[in-house]
Structure formats: structure tokens, C-alpha cells
């Protein structure tokens, strides 16, 4: 027994020994087939920095040959067989093609791999990657991926984690999906935001595995209701649903899923919370740290539905929710809160407490709401660790500025759009740390403070639309991290400093509507990564230089005083998005056809240059990108561009005020979009372009002042053309015929008032570019800069049209401006005219009409210009508050009207009409002034003897007469008109 006990322990020491001497001998190298494999793989890309806000590593660059790949960055070998089973390259800046033929694939014993946060551009998702049959976890997210998501990744059985998300919306066809979930029982982690997955059911979630502990789906296009089921997943932590359009209401099941420990359903506009689901959810998800649920329709829930958020919550995401009433104060004292958002909820009031807040509290954002908050001493002590805070349009009282700049911790501050005035205080220059810096839509004044100098750390700076003075402070060359300054919309002058050249950084330049004269600094022209610089609206002057860089998105240098020809190197920028030169006035030369290289282009303005030659005619097809063409207010010559591919973005199209000619082309129905049509002013010789009425979204189409002649008139296809049109204005021409009754029955736009009291703009440009015309408003040439949705206009003066005008035009009713003057229309006009209750200036001058002028036209009370002159009208001008107004030029050379307005008097019926024109009135004449027997002799005796005595002697000598008549008058016209009158009798005695 005693050699069996000792036996045991000799073996045990033995066996003690020979496993230390096994651990401690090295691995076993690197299998040779799997380094060649890693280091073609290495071959295949370049290293290049991504332009990502963290650490990056080039983890590549320490695989060496002839050293074992298990020691290189990002490999993990089985120690046993040295075979490669992990593979971590996540932001290891990889750029280029991953094909389906890489040496990636032949590494068959993965069982992770990631290769995240790289640029793998122009690739797809191979097939291959379904042979990695091991792989446990994959990572492709934020690399560049397109195109489908393979069916064979649901061949990875063994799959614990899957991350596709964040790439170029790579699409999901059901039947992939569908396999996926079907096949990878073992999923707990699935990442697909971003995938296109439009055509998926929401239900087909439901086939997921119940195990699952991470869902994420933002962004993915899905559409439907919210699966009902979801409760069915009890072990799920993380939920994102946001950035889809998910409809109906979050339903009561959400309550299940008590392990919850983020909820994100942000941005499902048509998803909305009702109260008392909201509440069971919020009181059962005990373990919540993250709730996101902006835009979500809360607008029926009462915000103390809110007073019972877990203690454990971190982040609180309820921007533009449509809350509204007092939002509960225990909320804002939550002790593990880091992250508050509340932006954009108007209707939300109540007040930010002082004191007893969560002493973690890292982004505040009250932006847009109704809470008031009171900046004092106490308030800032108890936001030390703030880092974020957002007060963009908020109630700040006691706003003593300076206190903000003990809170030494803020990377971003935006006190925008509230009232601040005075200076900027000296104390935010302790904000050391601020990386953002957002002041706009104020009332700041002076001059922008040196101490801002010391925000060595700014990437943004915006002080736009304040009332800034003086000059650009010398400071802003030490701010060499700026990407983004704007400064726009203030009163600053002088010369733009060449000093700004210092910023290399420097990608958005804004400096619009300020003072500056002097020339621009060509430094501005050599910044290596400008890509928007805005310098229009101040009184520049001198060229452009040429640009050193092609890294231009959008350049705007219009309204200024600039001269020469545009530089050649404006057309190299291959990404340059918007290109405005307007209104410099003395810029000269022709517009180079290299202008078509600019394939990127979706705005080119031009406008009101020196600018001459041929208009290149690429101009129509260049770019499918194209919204926004003006050329118009030049000396261009020749012919308008002849062909307009199909499938163009054309929103707006102004080629007036040039010395075009030729046609009008067909081709130019294939501009589906087009709202803006201006031809106007040049020399055009055609037909009236009949087809432009397939263009359903017209609504500004101005021809005027060409050569154009004919019936203006199209097949019966196109007798409802031209629904959209606020503006149709065909003057100017030589058109004949009857007037277009047709198209009058189709103007439905001109029927229909609009009371939104916009400008008109593209719809498809970041910022929209507003359209412009140039147009006869009330008988004076203006240009519209700005031109208001409600704005109505018909046009269809100086032509030759002849016959009546038709009643139809009386339907008309939106209609601001009526101009049919300056052709030969016979005939009556119309009472239907007097349907036109919003219309402002009426012109029928000049025309065969005949009859009496209907009392209709009285009742329009916005009518402030009337011209009815030179026709063959007669009868009496109808009284009113509204004619009253007129004087006699509105309707001299109609020799048979009469009333108080031409001073002839007019008679009853078979009474004998004076003949005499009111400009032969001498010495002696007994004619009368007033309509219906308010002598003249009556009026002048009033003036003689006195007001009362004048009035009383009229009735006496003429009472007789028409008794009722007296009183209309007296109360009506002699009121409105006394002074006229007296000026009128003056001259006559």
C-alpha cells in the first residue's frame, strides 16, 4: 500500500513536470500557406486614412515576411496547429477592391473576422464569405460595401454575431433575410442598419431567434406597422428601429421586453406613443439606460407620463415629439443622467431646475421649447461636467453670458436664434476646450472680441446674422482647426484679410452680406480644402484669380463688382455642385463649353452679366443633376440649346433678356420637373410652343417680347395644359386670333388662392435657390428677386388677338394682375370680371371695347391700378370707394363716358348727353362736373359763400331734380374727393 501511495506521487510529479516543460516551449509557427495568404491580402490594398473621429492604425504595416503571422497586428493563431482563427483589421485604414477572388478566402479556419471601419469601395459582399463555415462573429460595418447582401451568408450556422451595418445601403432581398433568420439559430447580435431593406416584411422578424440580445435595424427602409410580437424576445437588450417609416402606434407588448436596456425608435414620423402603453412601457422597463423617440407622435401624452423613467437612465432622447404642457422636474434630476434632448418641442414648459441635477449630466439640449432657464451662479456650479449644451431658441432669463465661461468643460455651445444683444462677453475665451461655437440669429454687436482668440481647439464658428462691425480680427489665423467659419449677415467692412489663406483646414468660407470692399485675397483661391466659399452680396472688386485646388462644391461670388473673364480653373472642380456668378455686371467673355466638364452641377447662375457669344449647346444634357439654369441678362447670341436629355432635373430655366433666336425645342418636354420658363426679351421666332403644356408642373412661364406669332391655340390633348401656372405672360408678340378660351378653362392654379405666403424655390438644392423674374407689375418693369407663391399674373398684352373677352376668364379668381390691353378686342367687358376679388391691376387699354363699364368692377377692393383708357366705352363710371380712387387717366379716349372722373355730366335716359370733352371747359360753360344733377354753378357758389352754404344752394336750386342723388353724392364722392374738386374749381375761376 505504501509503494502504491509512493508510485502515485513519483507518476504525479512526473506528469507536473512535463506539463510545465510543455507550456513554457514556444507555439508553433505560423502556417507558410497562411502567411502568403495574409500578405497577398496586404498587397492588394493601399493604406489610407479615413476620414473617421477616431484612433486609426494601419495594422498591415507590421506583416512582415519571414516573421510568424501569429505575432502580427491583428492575427490570432490556434496555438496547437498555428492555423490563422481570428482576424481583427478595424480601422486599419484599408482602401481599395476586395474581390471574390482574394487571398482573404482561402483562410477557411476563421472564426472571427472583422474588418470594419476601412474603405472597401466599389466593393460587394462576395459569396465567399458563406465558405468561412467556423466563423462565429463577422464585422463588414462602415466599409464602403454595396450591392446585395449575398444569400450565402445564411450558410454561417455558427454565427453569433453579425454586423453588415453602415455601409452604402447594400440591399436585402426577402428571400435572403428570410434565410438568414431562418439558418442562424445562434444569432444574439444582428447589425443591419443601413441595408436597403424596403422590400421585407416587418413580420418576417418574428422568424429570429428568441436568444437574440442586440437587434439593430436603423435606417433600413423598413415600412409597416411595428411587429406586435415582439415581446416573444426576452432576452433582448439593445432594440434600434430608428430612421424608418414604421407606422401605427409602439404597442403594448414593448412592455415584455424587461431586459430592454436601449430602446431606439427615433425618426418613424408616423409612429406615435399612446398614453397608456407609454406608460406600462416606461414603468416596466426597469433596467432602460437609453430612450430614443424623436419625432415619435407624443402629442397625446402628458408628459408626467415620463415622472417614472428608471433611475438607471442614461440618455433621453425626445426631440420634436409634439409634447406639450409642463414637463416633470424629477426627470432633469435623474442621478445617472448624461444625455438629455428635448429639442423642438414648442409646446413644452415648465423649468429647468437650478440645483440637485445629476452631477454626470454630459449633453443638454432644450432647443426650441418653452422651458425657461435661469442662468445664474448656482445653475452653472451644478453643470460642471457639461460638454454639449444646446439652447438654440429658448427662454434664458437673467442671461448674464459671462457666467458661461466657468463651465470650462463645453466642446460645443449654440446660444442661436434667441435675442442677445451687446458684446460677445470676454469670458467665453475660457472655453479652451470648445470645438463648435454657435452664435447666429442674434443681436450681438461690436466687434467680434479678441479673447475668442484663445479657442485654439474651434472647428466651427458661426456668428452669422448678428450686427457685427469693423473689420475680421487678426486673430482668427491662430484658429488653424477651423473647417467651418461664417460670418455672414453682419455689418463687418474692410478688406477680407489674405491672412484667412493661414487656415489649410478651412473647408466652408461663408462671408455673404457684409461690407467688404477691396479685391479677393488670391490665398482664398490656394486653401487645399475649400469647398464652399461664399462671398456674395459685398462690394468686391477686381477678377477671379484662378483656383490652386479642385476640391470646390459651391462657389457664390454674385452681387458684387467683380470684372474679367471666369477663370478656366472654375471648370476643373469635377465635384463642383453650385456655381453662382450673377449680377457683377462687368464680368465679360464667353461661357466656355469646358462649363460641361462640371457633370456634378446642379445650380449655374450667371445672370445679368456682360457675358457674350453663343450659350454652349451642351448646356441641356450635360448634367442629369441640373435644377437651376440661368443665363438670363447677358449678350449672348445664336440659338438656345437644342437638345434637353430625358430624365433631367431642370427646375428652373431663364434664358430672357439676350439676343436669342431661332426656335423654341421640342426636347424641352423631357424637363418633367420644370416650374420656371423664361424666354422672354430675346428674339425668338416661332409658333406658340403648344407643348410646353405636357410640362405638368409648370407655373411661371414668361415668352414675352419676341417674335412669336400665330394662334395661340394646341390639339384638344392639351385642353387642360397648364394647371400649375401662377404667371403665363405672352406679351409682346404677334399673336392673333381669338383669345386662348381653352387654356383659360385649364389655369386651375389661377383659380385657387394660396395662403402660404412663401417663396418660390427648387426643391432638390440643399438650401434652395429662389427663383427670380423680371416682369411688368402694374405698369412698371421690376425685377422679382423673390417671388411669393401667392403671386397670380396674366399677361397677354401688345399682341393682335381679336373677338371678345370671354367670360370664362372670370373664373380666374386668384388672379393679382389682368393685362390684355394693347390689341384689338371688340365687344363688352365682361361683369364676370368682377369675380376677380383678389385682383390688383386690371389693364384692357387700348382695345375696340364697347358698352358700359359693368358696376362689378366696384366691388373690387384690392384694385389699385385700372387702366380702361382708349376704347369706345360709354355710359356712367360707376361710383364707389373703389373707383373714387382713379383719376381721369384710367379712362381718357372714351369720348362717350361720363361722370364725376372725366368732369361730364351724365344724363338720365332720353335726357340730351353733353358732347363737349372734358378738356374743353372755358369761361362760362354750365356743363356739369357731378353725375345726375350736382351742378357745377352749385359747387363753385359752396366755395364762394362757404362749404354748408354751397351744399345748401345745390339742393335748393336742384332738389327737384333727383333728390336721391344728393345724398350719395354728399356722402360719398364729395367726401372722398374735396380736395380733387378744389383744385378743379380753382383752375376754373
Given amino acids: 500500500m505504501g509503494f502504491s501511495l509512493l508510485s502515485r506521487s513519483f507518476f504525479l510529479i512526473l506528469f507536473h513536470f512535463h506539463s510545465t516543460l510543455s507550456s513554457s516551449s514556444p507555439p508553433p509557427l505560423c502556417a507558410h500557406h497562411q502567411s502568403l495568404s495574409l500578405l497577398q491580402f496586404k498587397q492588394s490594398f493601399s493604406i489610407h486614412p479615413t476620414p473617421f473621429p477616431f484612433k486609426q492604425y494601419p495594422k498591415t504595416e507590421s506583416w512582415k515576411e519571414g516573421t510568424d503571422c501569429c505575432f502580427w497586428d491583428g492575427v490570432t493563431c490556434d496555438l496547437q496547429s498555428g492555423l490563422v482563427t481570428g482576424l481583427d483589421l478595424s480601422s486599419s485604414m484599408l482602401h481599395g477592391t476586395l474581390h471574390s477572388n482574394n487571398s482573404l478566402f482561402s483562410l477557411h479556419h476563421l472564426r472571427r473576422l472583422d474588418l470594419s471601419f476601412n474603405d472597401f469601395s466599389t466593393s460587394h459582399i462576395s459569396s465567399r464569405f458563406g465558405q468561412f463555415s467556423n466563423l462565429t462573429h463577422l464585422n463588414l ?39 438568414i433568420v431562418r439558418n442562424l439559430t445562434k444569432l444574439r447580435e444582428l447589425d443591419l442598419s443601413r441595408a436597403d431593406m424596403s422590400s421585407v416584411v416587418p413580420d418576417s422578424l418574428m422568424n429570429l431567434s428568441c436568444s437574440l440580445s442586440s437587434l439593430k435595424l436603423d435606417d433600413c427602409q423598413l415600412q409597416g406597422k411595428l411587429p406586435s410580437s415582439m415581446g416573444k424576445f426576452k432576452h433582448l437588450q439593445y432594440l434600434g428601429l430608428g430612421w424608418n417609416s414604421f407606422t401605427g402606434s409602439i404597442p403594448y407588448e414593448f412592455e415584455q421586453l424587461t431586459e430592454l436596456v436601449s430602446l431606439r425608435l427615433s425618426w418613424n414620423s408616423y409612429v406615435s406613443a399612446e398614453p397608456v402603453s407609454l406608460y406600462k412601457i416606461v414603468q416596466n422597463l426597469t433596467k432602460l439606460r437609453e430612450l430614443a423617440l424623436d419625432a415619435v407622435d407624443m402629442s397625446l ?6 415622472a417614472n423613467l428608471s433611475s438607471s437612465l442614461s440618455s433621453l432622447f425626445l426631440g420634436e415629439c409634439g409634447l406639450q404642457g409642463k414637463f416633470p422636474g424629477n426627470i432633469f434630476l435623474l442621478p445617472n443622467l448624461e444625455t438629455l434632448s428635448l429639442s423642438d418641442n414648442e409646446g413644452l414648459t415648465g423649468s429647468f431646475p437650478s440645483s440637485n441635477l445629476s452631477n454626470v449630466l454630459s449633453v443638454l439640449d432644450l432647443s426650441n421649447t418653452r422651458i425657461s432657464l435661469h442662468l445664474e451662479n448656482v ?39 434667441n435675442n442677445f444683444s451687446g458684446q460677445i462677453p470676454s469670458s467665453l475665451g475660457n472655453l479652451t476646450n470648445l470645438t463648435r461655437l454657435y452664435l447666429l440669429n442674434n443681436n450681438f454687436s461690436g466687434q467680434i472680441p479678441s479673447s475668442l482668440g484663445n479657442l485654439t481647439n474651434l472647428t466651427r464658428l458661426n456668428l452669422s446674422n448678428n450686427n457685427f462691425n469693423g473689420q475680421i480680427p487678426s486673430f482668427l489665423k491662430n484658429l488653424v482647426q477651423l473647417f467651418y467659419l461664417d460670418l455672414s449677415q453682419n455689418i463687418l467692412s474692410g478688406n477680407i484679410p489674405s491672412s484667412l489663406g493661414n487656415l489649410l483646414q478651412l473647408q466652408y468660407l461663408r462671408l455673404h452680406f457684409n461690407n467688404f470692399n477691396g479685391t479677393i485675397p488670391s490665398s482664398l483661391f490656394a486653401l487645399p480644402s475649400l469647398e464652399v466659399l461664399d462671398l456674395h452680396s459685398n462690394n468686391l472688386i477686381g477678377n477671379i484669380s484662378e483656383f490652386q485646388y479642385d476640391s470646390l462644391y459651391s462657389l457664390d461670388l454674385s452681387n458684387n463688382n467683380l470684372h474679367g473673364t471666369i477663370p478656366s480653373s472654375i471648370f476643373k472642380q469635377e ?38 457669344g453663343s450659350t454652349p449647346l451642351c448646356l441641356g444634357n450635360f448634367s442629369r443633376w441640373l435644377s437651376v439654369l440661368h443665363l438670363g441678362m447677358n449678350n449672348l447670341q445664336g440659338t438656345m440649346p437644342s437638345t434637353f436629355s430625358e430624365y433631367n432635373s431642370l427646375q428652373y430655366l431663364n434664358l430672357g433678356e439676350n439676343e436669342l433666336e431661332g426656335k423654341i425645342p421640342p426636347s424641352i418636354i423631357n424637363c418633367t420637373k420644370l416650374e420656371v420658363l423664361d424666354l422672354g426679351n430675346n428674339k425668338i421666332e416661332d409658333t406658340f410652343p403648344y407643348f410646353l403644356g405636357a410640362l405638368s408642373k409648370l407655373q411661371i412661364l414668361v415668352l414675352k417680347s419676341n417674335k412669336l406669332q400665330g394662334f395661340v391655340n394646341g390639339p384638344a390633348a ?8 401662377r404667371i403665363f405672360d405672352i406679351s409682346g408678340n404677334n399673336f ?41 407689375w402694374k405698369g412698371v418693369e421690376i425685377d422679382f428677386e423673390k417671388i411669393r407663391s401667392t403671386i397670380r399674373v396674366l399677361d397677354l398684352s401688345d399682341n393682335s388677338f381679336t373677338g371678345e373677352i370671354p367670360k370664362v376668364i372670370g373664373k380666374l379668381k386668384a388672379l393679382q394682375q389682368l393685362n390684355l390691353s394693347h390689341n384689338s378686342l371688340t365687344g363688352h367687358i365682361q361683369s364676370s370680371l368682377g369675380n376677380l376679388t383678389n385682383l390688383e391691376s386690371l389693364d384692357l387699354s387700348s382695345n375696340s371695347l364697347t358698352g358700359r363699364i359693368p358696376t362689378q368692377l366696384g366691388g373690387l377692393t384690392f384694385l389699385g391700378t385700372l387702366n380702361l383708357s382708349h376704347n369706345q366705352l360709354e355710359g356712367p363710371i360707376p361710383t364707389g370707394e373703389q373707383f373714387n380712387t382713379f383719376d381721369a387717366t384710367s379712362f381718357e ?56 352754404l354751397g351744399v345748401a344752394m345745390g339742393y335748393i336750386v336742384f332738389r327737384t ?15 372722398l374727393n374735396k380736395r380733387k374738386t378744389r383744385k378743379k374749381v380753382g383752375r376754373r375761376n
Fill in 141 to 179: 460595418s462602415l466599409s464602403s460595401f454595396e450591392g446585395q447582401v449575398p444569400l450565402e451568408i445564411s450558410h454561417l450556422s455558427k454565427l453569433v454575431s453579425l454586423d453588415l451595418s453602415r455601409n452604402l445601403n447594400p440591399s436585402l432581398e426577402p428571400i435572403s433575410f428570410d434565410k
Fill in 736 to 776: 392673333s386670333g381669338p383669345l386662348p378660351t381653352r387654356y383659360f378653362n385649364g389655369l386651375e392654379a389661377m383659380m385657387a388662392s394660396d395662403h402660404n405666403m412663401i417663396y418660390m424655390r427648387t426643391t432638390n438644392y440643399t438650401t434652395g435657390y429662389v427663383y427670380s423674374i423680371q416682369m411688368t
Fill in 961 to 975: 331734380k333727383k333728390p336721391a342723388w344728393f345724398h350719395r353724392m354728399v356722402e360719398d364722392t364729395w367726401k
Fill in 379 to 417: 445653475l452653472i456650479s451644478n453643470l460642471k461636467s457639461l460638454r454639449y449644451m444646446l439652447l438654440r431658441n429658448i427662454s434664458i432669463i437673467s442671461s448674464d453670458l459671462a457666467l458661461l465661461g466657468n463651465l470650462t468643460n463645453l466642446t460645443l455651445l449654440d446660444l442661436s436664434n
Fill in 301 to 306: 401624452v402628458a408628459p408626467n407620463t415620463l
Fill in 718 to 725: 392639351y385642353d387642360s395644359a397648364f394647371s400649375k401656372l
Fill in 893 to 948: 379716349g372714351n369720348l362717350h363716358l361720363c361722370g364725376f372722373l372725366v368732369l361730364k355730366e351724365c344724363y338720365r335716359d332720353g335726357d340730351q348727353e353733353q358732347s363737349q370733352p372734358p378738356s374743353s371747359y372755358n369761361e362760362g360753360d354750365d356743363s356739369t362736373l357731378f353725375g345726375d344733377g350736382f351742378g357745377w354753378k352749385a359747387v363753385a357758389m359752396g366755395y364762394g359763400c362757404g362749404f354748408v
Fill in 575 to 612: 465635384y463642383l455642385d453650385v456655381l453662382i456668378l450673377a449680377s457683377n455686371s462687368k464680368l465679360t467673355g464667353e461661357i466656355s463649353s469646358s462649363i460641361c466638364k462640371l457633370r456634378s452641377l446642379r445650380v449655374l447662375d450667371l445672370s445679368n452679366n456682360s457675358l457674350s
